[in-house]
């Protein structure tokens, strides 16, 4: 840990004699440079998982029919307004007029049910497919005006419109958005330099608000002592989730930088392949739950900052149930159930860490806590993508760990295909039964439920609810404090006059 100051002091000296000439210099008040961790592996927030999409196109390039603010909140979108029937089945979205996709296409009613039918076609790339599933039809009604009837009521269904996963695309352009994103939204695409920067533009037709902001560049930092000295040095403007946390008290002390701690939708978890032997046994997931020690990880891995979890729920929603003391750190515990498993002597397994320092902090910690009670894990290191192809896509791994920052993703774990391969008919019951539910006392009551039972089979090594560090210039307004959905939304950024 003292290596680790050390080593970002060294930096500070190094930076610190170029402050004074270069730290108050911008690229134009009208410019915004945000740092990032991630780069994205392509730019199509409907056709892949990875956050990075949507932290550089959510409501920059591309809108849905709704849109959500930092608070949560739905508002309206490309739909200016829309109507729900008394039963809860259909939606009625009116939609704005005068609206043109950055390649001068008109958007209507037709861009709204190619976009909807796409995302829950049976060939659907859609990373959430599942948000779309209550659709049972798509019609326009004229030009300007779309009709959604859904096959039971489903409460979060204007939430769910406003995700990354539901903008909408031209049919025309959709093919290409991976690499050239065409959306509606205030921002236009300008380029991409691989593996350094992804730089946007105002959109001059745009039919909203106008924007601040001229252009904007999201900076590709995955190193956490490049992320200190990039911004020390005035090199990026922002970092809207900052990767060094132990460097949060020298900001707060410097009067140039604004520090928020805020929160996100970020479960991080240690996640596990359930199908894949020995963690297929309830009773050696159980014994890596009694081996962590979770408050050690988030003070060694995130300097204090993050909240201890007991299940796949975010702690500051109003039907989050605390979990934390399912299984309390016991390492004879967790010795005496990896013997009635059959493993004695532990046993050996692989944890691949993605680039985020909470996961290869926290790998570290977490192989530490785990070889006290015999289980010997060889750290593999992998970048983004491959971690996105091997352990996302084809489920290639034992260990990881993520954080899933997508907002009330508890439903994921109805999907018997996705990574980590969790089977529970009882739990999908429960779900199917909250995606019907529109009164919030028997929602809540469902959601608990929900909860109690991934605390209760260890799916995964629930460590911490993700903070969001965010660090940037003082003369910097606008940027989000919190995360309810994966999104640098820069719509609202200005610099102070």
């Keep these: 840990m003292k290596s680790i100051i050390r080593h970002y002091a060294k930096l500070l000296l190094i930076t610190g004699a170029s402050l004074i000439f270069s730290g108050a210099v ?11 961790v991630l780069e994205p592996p392509h730019l199509d927030p409907t056709a892949g998982a990875a956050a990075a999409i949507d932290e550089v196109v959510y409501a920059n390039v591309f809108e849905g029919l709704t849109r959500i603010n930092q608070n949560a909140e739905v508002l309206p979108a490309l739909a200016e307004s829309w109507n729900i029937s008394a039963d809860g089945l259909t939606y009625t979205f009116n939609l ?6 950055h390649d001068g296409a008109a958007f209507d009613s037709s861009d709204v049910v190619f976009s909807l039918e796409r995302a829950r076609s049976e060939n659907s790339t859609n990373a959430q497919k599942a948000l779309f599933s209550a659709i049972t039809a798509v019609k326009a009604q004229g030009t300007d005006s779309v009709v959604v009837t859904l096959k039971s009521p489903t409460g979060n269904f204007l939430f769910n419109m406003g995700w990354g996963d539901a903008v909408i695309v031209d049919s025309a352009s959709a093919a290409s958005n991976k690499s050239k994103p065409i959306g509606t939204g205030p ?3 300008k380029r991409w330099v691989k593996g350094d920067r992804i730089e946007l533009g105002q959109n001059a037709n745009y039919w909203g608000q106008k924007l601040a902001l001229k252009t904007a560049t999201f900076k590709i930092i995955p190193d956490p002592a490049a992320a200190v000295a990039a911004l020390m040095a005035g090199d990026v403007d922002a970092f809207a989730n900052f990767p060094a946390p132990e460097m949060a008290a020298q900001f707060q002390s410097d009067s140039r930088f604004t520090v928020k701690v805020g929160s996100t939708e970020g ?11 020995p963690f297929d046994d309830l009773r050696v997931r159980q014994a890596i ?12 891995a995130m300097f204090g900052f993050g909240t201890p979890i007991g299940t796949h729920f975010a702690p500051h929603h109003a039907a989050y149930v605390d979990l934390t003391g399912t299984y309390p750190h016991d390492t004879e515990k967790a010795k005496q159930l990896l013997a009635e498993a059959g493993y004695p002597n532990g046993f050996k397994a692989t944890i691949k860490l993605p680039p985020p320092s909470y996961a290869r902090r926290g790998g570290e910690i977490i192989a530490a806590q785990l070889r006290k009670v015999g289980i010997q894990l060889e750290i593999i290191p992998v970048e983004w993508a491959q971690w996105l192809d091997q352990v996302f896509k084809n489920k290639d791994f034992d260990l990881t760990i993520v954080s899933h920052t997508e907002p009330m993703d508890i439903g994921i774990y109805t999907r018997p295909t996705y990574y980590f ?26 959601m ?33 404090e919190n995360s309810p959905v994966q999104a640098n939304d820069l719509t609202g950024v200005s610099w102070k006059n």
């Excluded at 911008?26 to 990032?36: E, V, W």
């Excluded at 479960?267 to 032997?277: A, D, Y």
């Excluded at 089979?457 to 969001?468: E, S, T």
């Design 267 to 277: 479960e991080t978890i240690l996640s596990t392949n359930n199908q894949q032997k």
């Design 96 to 101: 704005r007029s005068g609206v043109k996709f």
């Design 421 to 446: 391969q969790y089977r529970n008919a009882g739990f999908n019951s429960v779900i199917e039964s909250l995606n019907v539910t529109s009164d919030p006392k028997r929602r809540y009551a469902l």
């Design 26 to 36: 911008h690229a134009g008040k009208s410019h915004l440079t945000m740092g990032m």
């Design 448 to 480: 608990g439920a929900a909860q109690a039972i991934l605390a209760k089979d260890a799916v995964n090594g629930f460590l911490f609810q993700l903070a969001k560090l965010g660090i940037w210039n003082k003369n910097v307004l606008g940027l989000w």
């Design 289 to 300: 739950a009694h081996a962590i020690n979770k408050q050690e990880i988030i003070d060694g």
């Design 187 to 189: 921002f236009t695409f």
